[in-house]
């Protein structure tokens, strides 16, 4: 099987960037932030979805250009070589910011910004001139609203109640309990598709949604 090295394309000029040694390993971390209510008289806080956290990779690169590479003269200065991956960093002037780079290694393709790069040179020529150096960077995912629209189709929360239909309810009776008023029971017989409201089987589950409440097929407004 052929060796297949990893490679960072810039996307805005298109510019590729190939690594000359693959990592030998590589982490993914992700997190979701988790909002606490304090309730009095519990035992610990209620928890409630905040956001997501960013995706980001880390890995550690080899630069080296003691030995002869392809592109890579012998002894040469390896910072030309750092510099290829540090200046993933710069900004670029058509975007007014660095420039959004696709990393790419076997199955792995992580859209990302290079946040952080840690560079640590290790071997010298006899005059100073570094040869060989540890890349230390951090990849941070990047999203943006169309590509979240793309990926995840959400669906709208519902947020309607519930309630089981009890001996002898009628439907104008369960909206004045839910609502305060027996003649706002349309929105709960269009929201539950009831075409004849005095026809209210004994255990029928029904969703009590919200006000103010639309019929999405008239457009009325119940409020």
């Known amino acids: 099987m052929a060796l297949e090295k990893a490679t960072l394309t810039n996307t805005v000029s298109g510019e590729r960037v190939g690594v000359l040694f693959n990592p030998e390993e590589y982490t993914v971390n992700r997190e979701v932030t988790w909002a606490q209510a304090a309730i009095p008289g519990l ?13 980001t990779l880390e890995m550690e690169l080899l630069v080296d250009s003691r030995e002869q590479h392809v592109g890579v003269g012998a002894d040469s200065d390896v910072r030309v070589q750092t510099t290829k991956v540090v200046g993933l960093m710069d900004i670029d002037r058509t975007t007014h910011a660095p420039p959004i780079v696709l990393f790419t290694w076997g199955s792995l393709t992580f859209t990302c910004v290079l946040a952080r790069a840690t560079q640590r040179f290790i071997m010298f020529r006899p005059d100073g001139v570094p040869v060989r150096a540890r890349l230390q960077v951090t990849f941070n995912e990047f999203r943006n609203v169309e590509l979240e629209a793309k990926e995840i189709k959400r669906e709208t929360a519902d947020y309607s109640k519930r309630h089981t239909v009890g001996q002898g309810e009628t439907i104008s009776g369960i909206a004045a309990a839910a609502y305060g008023d027996p003649a706002m029971w349309r929105p709960i017989a ?14 029928t589950r029904l969703a009590i949604p919200p006000l103010p409440f639309r019929d999405p097929e008239s457009g009325e407004v119940f409020a």
Request: proline share 7%; no cysteine; glycine share 14%.
């Open 190 to 203: 269009i929201r539950n598709g009831i075409d004849d409201p005095r026809e209210l089987a004994l255990g």
């Open 43 to 55: 035992s610990a806080p209620l928890l409630q979805f905040a956001h997501g956290g960013m995706q």
